[in-house]
Every structure is written in C-alpha cells, then in structure tokens.
C-alpha cells in the first residue's frame, strides 16, 4: 500500500511538471525509476515525455525498456513504430507494426503510409480498404486511399471513394481536386472541367491545380482561361519549369510566338537550369529568326 502511495505521489510530481519543466519532469521519473524499476507506467511515461519532445530516437529506447518488461506491450510497439515514422525509417517502422495483431484506424492508417513510402503502393491499398470497417470521422483516409488508387491508374475506385467521401463530410476543395484529375485520365474532359471549376471555388490554388485546371480549359477551347490559370501558377510557383512549359506549348499550339517567347525568356530568369526549356527558347528564336528571313 505504502509503495502505491509513493509511486502514484512521484506521476503526480512529474506530471505537474511536464508543461512548465519537462527535464524536471524526466528527473522526477528517473528518480522514481531507480526506485521502482520495473514499473511499466513509469516507463510508459518516460517514453512519452521523449516522444511528445520529439526526441524520437529515445523514445525509442524507453519504450524498448517497456518491452523487456513486457514484450507484448502494444502501446509500447505501436508507439516505437511510430517513432520509426517521424524520423523516416519506414521499413523499422512496418517492422513493428506488423507486429500488432488487433487492428484500429490510427494503426491502419499509419501503416499503409508506411508501405507506401516504400514503394509498396498496393500493399498500402489493401490494408487501407480495411479503414472504413471502423468508424471514420477523418477525410484523410479517403483522400489517401483515392490518391493511392489514382497512381495505381484506378480511377474510377479513386472517384467511387471521393463520392463517398463527399457524401459524408461534404463539398471540399481536395475531394473536387482529385475527382477532376481522376476524370481527366478517364479522357471524360467536361467532368473534369467541372471537378475543377468546383475546386477553384473551394479555393483550392497551388501551382499543380492551376496547371491541371488550364490543360482541361484549353482541350474544351477555353484557351485565354488556361493562358490566364498557367500565369496565376507562374506566379504561383515562380520555379516550376512544368507551368512555363505548359505556357509555352499552349502559345505555340495557336502560333503565338511572341507571347511564347516572352514566356520562354521570363523562364530563364527563374528556372536557368530546366534543359526541355533552353531548348523550347532555342526553337522559337530560331522560327522567329527564319520567319523574319522568309518575309526579308
């Protein structure tokens, strides 16, 4: 009895600790360590105030004290592989939590995003479909799910978990997003446009969006609106040779070499170093310059 006293007396002290003086925090749990060292609370703390510090190699280490205590401790796996995941070491971090046999939503999801930093898209996919067996109160995971699809060249899966998704939470701008890109590798362009249409709306407004947005306006005859989306990238993004590029073929589809080239100029200011559009500036100087010479 006296020792439940003394060890709820010392989580007491470190936990009054923890916001105004997390070293004190730690010395108070060192302390009460030497004590009582084989409490799995007391470990289980100190692997936390390392974890919530981001101090995640050791936090590593305190939970891997747990575990020689407890080697099935599944707070103490799931939370090393999480470790494993904030400083990158995907493949430890699969290693761990392949080891927890009862599944949970946090531990599907962060488990699939493991898989997928390594490559291993499809994987990924099918512990992820596995999600939705629980009760979902996030749009992340369906977002990740039909972004998975969609580098898979699944399409219509991605689209049939954004409707889903819709349904639930309602109009977002990264839903419409990825229903647009997903009905422009469909070939099915008005419903892309569309999908576009809504998620400028929604404000959505990177320099990929914008660049996307203006290819379907061009292929619809939407030319001066795709022109207008690729500067609003360029100013965007101001570094990515993509939009310039993109800029550049539209002007030169409809024989705008001047705009073009002035595109193609501005471009080596910012982007100097792109090759594909060293060499688009080169053809068009060289057209203009034969031009003039035709017409001499």
């Not at 007491?12 to 360590?33: D, P, S």
């Not at 891997?64 to 407890?70: A, G, M, S």
């Not at 990264?174 to 809504?198: D, H, R, T």
């Not at 001066?224 to 993109?246: Q, T, W």
Request: hydrophobic residues 40%; positive net charge; aromatic residues 14%.
């Amino acid at each position: 009895m006296e020792n439940i006293k003394k060890l709820n007396n010392i989580l007491w002290q470190a936990k009054m600790q923890l916001n105004t003086n997390w070293l004190e925090a730690k010395r108070i749990l060192q302390t009460g360590l030497k004590e009582f060292p084989k409490n799995i609370e007391l470990h289980l703390f100190m692997a936390e105030v390392y974890y919530n510090k981001r101090l995640f190699r050791k936090s590593v280490g305190a939970y891997h004290e747990v575990l020689k205590i407890e080697p099935e401790n599944e707070t103490a796996i799931f939370q090393i592989a999480n470790s494993f995941m904030a400083i990158n070491e995907y493949k430890l971090a699969i290693n761990y939590y392949d080891m927890l046999y009862e599944n949970f939503p946090e531990l599907l999801y962060n488990k699939a995003y493991a898989y997928s930093k390594v490559g291993r898209n499809e994987r990924s996919i099918e512990i992820l479909e596995n999600i939705f067996n629980f009760k979902i109160s996030s749009l992340l995971p369906y977002i990740f799910l039909a972004e998975l699809y969609f580098l898979a060249g699944r399409h219509d899966d991605s689209i049939n978990t954004l409707e889903k998704a819709e349904i639930k939470f309602g109009k977002h701008g990264n839903i419409s997003y990825l229903k647009g890109l997903a009905y422009y590798n469909l070939k099915n362009i008005l419903k892309a446009y569309v999908e576009f249409e809504n998620a400028a709306k929604l404000k959505v407004k990177s320099a990929n969006f914008y660049k996307n947005y203006a290819l379907t306006c061009d292929k619809i005859g939407k030319t001066e609106k795709a022109i207008g989306l690729l500067m609003s990238g360029i100013k965007k993004n101001p570094f990515d040779p993509v939009v310039y590029i993109e800029l550049i073929q539209i002007y030169l589809e409809h024989d705008r070499y001047g705009e073009a080239l002035s595109v193609a100029e501005l471009s080596k200011k910012n982007v100097p170093y792109s090759v594909t559009l060293s060499m688009l500036h080169d053809k068009i100087v060289l057209y203009l310059e034969e031009k003039k010479t035709r017409e001499e």
